[in-house]
């Protein structure tokens, strides 16, 4: 639903997307994030104008963008050296996994990247501490969003000085 009404297209009534976009305050991948945490593969969900606008303002994606940024400044000190052998706690790795652990694959369900992503980010002040820790920070953020925000995750991975697309390999 819209705004409490059901979707209609006849009546003018819903989310139009393109138009929604074409508003330069408005990101795409916000927009992305949103309504995959509302998560309407699962259920009818509503879109509320309100909710959006508290989830960009001071919700998960402004906490998911504070913790890059807070990334960045770390960063921004000194030219890390990225290393291809990087140490993760066991217990972060285990979140790192949580959305792959679904035994088939094909079914991977948008609410199990929206949990483990988030779960990631609530996770970031542990790997604040220093450069390194910042660097797997974003390398691990840039992975684990790009099925949702690709556009966010690829400047991620890009930034790291990676190059492709957000991966394991």
Same mark, same amino acid.
């Given at each position: 639903?819209?705004?409490?009404?059901?979707?209609?297209?006849?009546?003018?009534?819903?989310?139009?997307?393109?138009?929604? =976009?074409?508003?330069?305050?408005?990101? !795409?991948?916000?927009?992305?994030?949103? $309504?995959?945490?509302?998560?309407?593969?699962?259920?009818? !969900? #509503?879109?509320?104008?309100?909710?959006? @606008?508290?989830?960009?303002?001071?919700?998960?994606?402004?906490?998911?963008?504070?913790?890059?940024?807070?990334?960045?400044?770390?960063?921004?000190?000194?030219?890390? &050296?990225?290393?291809?052998? @990087?140490?993760?706690?066991?217990?972060?790795?285990?979140?790192?996994? =949580?959305?792959?652990?679904? #035994?088939? =694959?094909?079914?991977?369900?948008?609410?199990?990247?929206?949990?483990? *992503?988030?779960?990631?980010?609530?996770?970031?002040? !542990?790997? *604040?501490?220093?450069?390194? +820790? #910042? =660097? &797997?920070?974003?390398?691990?953020?840039? @992975?684990?969003?790009?099925?949702?925000?690709? +556009?966010? #995750?690829?400047? $991620?991975?890009?930034?790291?000085?990676?190059?492709?697309?957000?991966?394991?390999?």
């Amino acid at each position: 639903t819209f705004e409490g009404s059901k979707f209609s297209t006849s009546r003018k009534h819903g989310v139009w997307v393109c138009e929604l =976009l074409s508003c330069k305050k408005v990101d !795409r991948d916000v927009l992305r994030y949103y $309504l995959s945490s509302i998560c309407p593969e699962e259920s009818s !969900r #509503a879109f509320l104008v309100e909710q959006y @606008i508290q989830f960009n303002n001071i919700g998960p994606a402004r906490e998911f963008y504070n913790s890059i940024q807070h990334a960045h400044e770390l960063l921004t000190v000194a030219r890390p &050296i990225i290393s291809t052998q @990087i140490y993760c706690p066991p217990d972060l790795i285990e979140l790192f996994l =949580l959305p792959w652990s679904t #035994a088939d =694959l094909n079914n991977l369900s948008v609410s199990s990247v929206i949990k483990g *992503m988030e779960s990631w980010v609530a996770q970031y002040s !542990r790997f *604040m501490g220093d450069q390194q +820790g #910042a =660097l &797997i920070y974003l390398y691990g953020l840039s @992975i684990l969003a790009y099925p949702v925000l690709p +556009g966010v #995750a690829t400047v $991620l991975w890009t930034g790291l000085g990676l190059t492709g697309l957000p991966s394991l390999t």
